[in-house]
């Protein structure tokens, strides 16, 4: 199976961080997106890996180049493609595996690909959606076939189905396709709903694959990113973070293991701190600091996420 991670979105929200680096270099507890999406193919036994870019593509490529691990690399000109035009760009290198599963490079999932693959092969469908259950979720679909019946983004109202039938699902962004998916595809395609709604059209089952309650989480926000901060200091999420993080669960804290104990008392709650100091005049409390960013003298932080390009503020 090839993984295909995307990662060409322009991060508008977490700007000013942004307008310097890519979306998919975004820091999550010290490690870029694009690092963790990779080792969670890797994780789940996919070797053969591929990566879109469009916005800094250039520092894409120098990361990927960095890494031990190779990756194919599509340099998206011109125009930004979505899911749609990404997988009809990549529509080659993909068509080389009986099926490629798809990511988004912004979501942090905690899923067992691998088990879910076998749902996928079980349910003998074209395309497979991975989904948690939820009434206020993305998408629907009908409870027994685990047909694929709809986004609820669109301007229609909910699906014709048996109540009893009809379900709802958060769609995280990860999705399996079998080779025949590509066929349908567009060079204008953007939006992957068209798509999803082409190949039903052409006889091409639509499945969800349920994978249960899990957590996730898009990092595309600043405040949903600061919250897998604060749900890993909590114990809500479970991610690998460098070896110079201290994460104090009874403190409600994270901190380099060079601050002394009197700088670690300092921090106020949720504060998640990579910068080599803090000023004893500031204070701190729901806030993510990364590494090379610089806290001011008589600074009082709350709710923002510090990086070395500015601020970025979030509401609670």
Not at 147 to 156: C, I, V
Request: hydrophobic share 40%; with cysteine.
């Amino acid at each position: 199976m090839i993984g295909f991670i995307l990662a060409a979105g322009f991060g508008t929200r977490l700007k000013p961080l942004t307008d310097h680096i890519p979306k998919a270099l975004v820091p999550v507890c010290g490690k870029p997106l694009l690092a963790r999406s990779i080792d969670f193919f890797h994780r789940s036994g996919v070797d053969r890996i591929a990566v879109n870019a469009h916005h800094h593509p250039e520092k894409i490529k120098a990361f990927l180049d960095s890494q031990d691990r190779s990756c194919e690399f599509f340099h998206e000109t011109g125009r930004i493609r979505g899911t749609g035009g990404a997988l009809h760009f990549a529509r080659e290198f993909l068509a080389t595996s009986d099926i490629f599963c798809v990511a988004n490079v912004d979501i942090v999932a905690a899923i067992d690909l691998a088990a879910l693959l076998g749902k996928f092969v079980r349910l003998d469908c074209c395309a497979g959606l991975i989904a948690m259950p939820s009434q206020n979720g993305t998408i629907w679909y009908h409870r027994r076939s685990m047909d694929y019946l709809g986004a609820r983004s669109e301007p229609l109202p909910p699906p014709r189905c048996a109540p009893e039938d009809l379900a709802g699902g958060e769609f995280p962004g990860i999705a399996f396709y079998r080779r025949e998916a590509l066929a349908v595809l567009d060079k204008n395609d953007f939006s992957i709903l068209p798509v999803w709604k082409r190949m039903q059209e052409a006889g091409m089952r639509v499945c969800i694959v349920e994978s249960g309650s899990a957590y996730w989480n898009d990092t595309g926000t600043p405040r949903s990113l600061a919250a897998i901060h604060f749900d890993v200091i909590g114990g809500a999420c479970r991610l690998d973070i460098p070896d110079n993080v201290i994460i104090d669960g009874a403190g409600k804290k994270a901190y380099p293991r060079s601050f002394d104990s009197v700088t670690a008392a300092r921090l106020g709650p949720y504060s998640w701190v990579e910068a080599d100091a803090v000023p004893s005049s500031s204070s701190l409390s729901r806030t993510v600091v990364f590494r090379g960013a610089t806290v001011p003298e008589n600074a009082d932080l709350r709710n923002t996420i510090l990086t070395p390009y500015g601020a970025i503020p979030f509401e609670t």
